[in-house]
């Protein structure tokens, strides 16, 4: 059987994330494509010879034959948007952050498991070789526990990722700048190696650079229920950008992403024997990518490794962030 998908939304990550992954998926065919901005879709239905477009996302909805959406737009929009679809009977892919507030997270949840229908949430990095293989490392046992973990994600912001997309800047639109764009991704990564949920944040937003009226840099700090330490650290002014993991264990070091010691993704550094191990890394993430892991779900019935609830998770320590700079206090999560 093909999994039929319609995709709202033919900005950047539309293209090169959602049309562009859905190719590579056995069995998935885009049938439809939606943007209040018809020439975007007309474009990227011509790009990707997907057969129908729309500028309104209900009249795509209404379309009988699509099992699945995904929604690649601004996050204000997240919420209506999945939710109508998974009221439509539609599977869907939900881009990150999946909503701006907890309640609207929820009624999302809410929405997916009335309709019995799979919610995923694009938490891109958990669908990467290096976080599997990192697991796996933790897992072992070879570094024992994880005491405490530093991790960066910059990038110079998003007018150089999707020069259309001001709505980055807008809180209305947005909810937040850096943290909730880029942090959101070192939160879940982070969440998913240290095999443990937050317990408690505090930390700092600022606007440096940009015009804007959210943070285009924060820094939080995090204890995790089972004790191990973290501070995250995102920004839209850093050029030319990166992100960089460095979890400090019982047994050694475990370095992630372009670290500045070693030019490679995955590096662990044992002390007892002193010893620096390089992990081959396969092509594929075992998971597959986050569209292939999205369509295994819809056939296998499985709930995705990024479903709502671990998107809300990952939600609620931004926002407790947020609280945490404005009203100087720390935040239980
Ligand atoms: N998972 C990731 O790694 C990743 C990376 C980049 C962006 N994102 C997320 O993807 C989402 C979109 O980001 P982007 O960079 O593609 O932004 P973008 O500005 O490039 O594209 C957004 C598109 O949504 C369209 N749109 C706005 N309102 C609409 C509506 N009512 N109906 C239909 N279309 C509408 C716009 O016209 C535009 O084409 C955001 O939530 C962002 O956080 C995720």
Known sequence: MTIKVGVIGCGKIGDVGHLTGYKDCPNTQVVAVSDINEKAAKAMAEKYQVPHYF??????????????????????????????????????????????TLEEAQLMIDAAQRNKVILEICMAYRYTAQAQAAKKIFDSGMLGKINSVVAVFGSPGPEFWSPEGQWFFNKKLAMGGAMADLGIHLIDVVRYLVGSDVSKVCGFTATHEKKADVDDSGVCSLLFKNGTLGTLFSSWTYKPGGMYITFFCEKGTLYFGRNPRYDKPLVVELVDPPSTLLPELPA??????????????????????????????????????????????????
């Open 284 to 333: 594929m993430p075992e998971s597959g990518t986050r569209y292939q892991h999205f369509i295994h779900c819809i056939e296998s019935g499985q709930s995705p490794m990024t479903n709502g609830t671990e998107g809300m998770k990952a939600l609620k320590v931004i926002l407790g962030l947020y609280e945490s700079m404005e009203k100087g206090i720390t935040v239980e999560i």
């Open 55 to 100: 500028t309104d996302y209900k009249e795509m909805l209404a379309m009988k034959e699509i099992d699945a959406i995904s929604v690649a737009v601004p996050n204000f929009l997240h919420a209506e948007m999945t939710i109508a679809a998974c009221n439509a009977g539609k599977h869907v892919l939900c881009e990150k952050p999946m909503a701006t």
